[in-house]
């Protein structure tokens, strides 16, 4: 399973869009990997299409817009937002065992 995070100093980042890079941890077998991307100021829908191209299971983020969220789930990946300043292996953890909510609909105040 691979969890992409948007992510600043080993903490969630507000908003997807503005992120400077993703943590993504890869889980298999018990084993934690994590690596960097850099989305090198891409826009808000390249950011989602390079999730997508690498096969993203699942986003934690601060926030994100409807737009974002209608495309990643098109392509199975959950959405778990509202987590803007939580630390990084807290949120695993959580993930881990099942206790983040999925989150829907439209979670920030721009206009995408």
Same mark, same amino acid.
């Given at each position: 399973?691979? !969890? ?15 992120? /400077? ?20 100021? /891409?826009?808000?829908?390249? #950011?989602? /299409? ?13 926030? %994100?817009?409807?737009? !974002? ?16 300043? /939580?630390?990084?292996?807290?949120? !695993?953890?959580?993930? #881990?065992?099942?206790? #983040? ?6 979670? %920030?105040?721009?206009?995408?």
């Amino acid at each position: 399973m691979k !969890i992409a995070f948007t992510y600043t100093n080993n903490e969630i980042s507000n908003h997807f869009g503005q992120t /400077k890079k993703f943590l993504i941890v890869t889980i298999f077998d018990n084993v934690i990997k994590k690596e960097y991307l850099d989305p090198n100021g /891409k826009s808000h829908y390249e #950011l989602a /299409k390079l999730l997508i191209d690498e096969n993203i299971d699942a986003l934690i983020c601060g926030t %994100c817009g409807d737009g !974002i969220i209608v495309l990643l789930h098109e392509h199975n990946i959950k959405v778990y937002n509202d987590n803007a300043g /939580k630390d990084v292996d807290t949120l !695993i953890n959580d993930y #881990l065992n099942n206790k #983040l909510v999925e989150h829907e609909g439209h979670s %920030c105040e721009c206009h995408h």
